[in-house]
Nanobody, 115 residues
Framework: QVQLVESGGGLVQAGGSLRLSCAAS????????MAWYRQAAGKQRDLIAA???????NYADSVKGRFTISRGSAKNTMYLQLNSLKPEDTAVYYCNAHFYGRSYWGRGAQVTVSS
């Protein structure tokens, strides 16, 4: 069993920045996949940023150029840097990772962007 815990959400004005953190109960070195998703009220949960093979990254078109996924110096930490935030970025943000064929989710961090 792996626990993921997000932190760093909050209320920010449009154009502002936030950094979300995801702390895992084990090292991400053994993860087969790592990603961030978000879910706005009344909408489906969407993939917004992910590590692909090696250290390559992929982003949804809606966040490309504004959000950055990264690994922390601590092996059990992952980040999502959110810049140039827009009101439409308001959502609950979830950390996701796959370990040994199973998918694990955090409980989410609320990000609210005011206009």
């Amino acid at each position: 069993q792996v626990q993921l815990v997000e932190s760093g959400g909050g209320l920010v004005q449009a154009g502002g920045s936030l950094r979300l953190s995801c702390a895992a109960s084990r090292s991400f070195d053994s993860a087969e996949a790592m990603a961030w998703y978000r879910q706005a009220a009344g909408k489906q949960r969407d993939l917004i940023a992910a590590f692909s093979s090696g250290d390559s990254t992929n982003y949804a078109d809606s966040v490309k150029g504004r959000f950055t996924i990264s690994r922390g110096s601590a092996k059990n930490t992952m980040y999502l840097q959110l810049n140039s935030l827009k009101p439409e970025d308001t959502a609950v943000y979830y950390c996701n990772a796959h370990f040994y064929g199973r998918s694990y989710w955090g409980r989410g961090a609320q990000v609210t962007v005011s206009s």
